[in-house]
């Protein structure tokens, strides 16, 4: 869902930077020293995953992984996802420097709203967490291709054919990305659940959420 340099008019420019220096900042204030490792590492599969990509006009299609980095990090997918998109830019001329704030809202903006959405549904009993783990993917893409295209029609009322095919053009990869996104919190839930949003340790030491993390003086 990168969109190309030289496409936007000057205030959807301007509008996408403004928030994503605003999402960054909140993302950096939230995003603890203990979870830094975790972003560093949803940041390169962010990277890896973006790779392989179908131009569409203007944008163009490929993985995002957007649902899974929110799910993990909250708002801290602003930073993670800002470094993927810089490295991206940099070497192998993916959106580019001045579309990089618009780019952040159309993949991180999604992130922390699906984050909200979704992330209580994963502390549910089955099969809710994977009913929830599938519409944040599903809807993470849906949501960042909804606001690319958007931004299009903000420029020019033209673009909104192209506008209408890219959304049409991700609705495979809104299904994929709800099933990677499935299975990765399946996984999750087996060999770390305490990586899942709002996660309460119900046995050993703690009896309440990690960020609260407090010692049963009975153990």
């Not at 420097?97 to 159309?106: A, D, E, F, R, Y």
């Not at 993470?140 to 029609?153: P, Q």
């Not at 009322?157 to 890219?166: A, D, G, H, Y």
Request: glycine fraction near 10%; charged fraction near 10%; hydrophobic fraction near 55%.
């Amino acid at each position: 869902m990168h969109i190309s340099e030289g496409i936007l008019s000057g205030p959807v420019l301007i509008s996408g930077a403004a928030i994503a220096v605003a999402g960054t900042a909140i993302g950096l204030k939230q995003l603890d020293y203990d979870r830094i490792a975790r972003a560093g590492m949803l940041s390169a599969a962010f990277f890896v995953a973006s790779l392989i990509h179908v131009p569409i006009g203007p944008s163009s299609v490929h993985l995002v992984l957007n649902g899974i980095v929110g799910l993990l990090l909250g708002w801290g997918a602003f930073p993670a996802i800002l470094t993927a998109l810089v490295l991206q830019a940099v070497f192998f001329q993916f959106g580019g420097i001045t579309t990089l704030g618009i780019n952040m809202v159309i993949m991180a903006a999604p992130a922390v709203l699906c984050y909200y959405l979704f992330g209580f549904m994963l502390r549910k009993k089955s099969p809710i967490p994977m009913i929830g783990a599938f519409a944040c993917g599903f809807f993470s893409v849906l949501i960042g291709a909804v606001i690319a295209g958007f931004a299009l029609m903000f420029t020019e009322k033209n673009f909104l054919e192209v506008s209408t095919m890219i959304v049409a053009a991700h609705i495979p990869v809104m299904i994929i990305e709800g099933i990677i996104t499935a299975f990765f919190v399946g996984f999750l839930q087996k060999v770390q659940p305490d990586m899942l949003p709002e996660f309460t340790m119900q046995k050993g030491l703690y009896s309440i959420a990690p960020e609260k993390q407090t010692v049963n003086p009975e153990c």
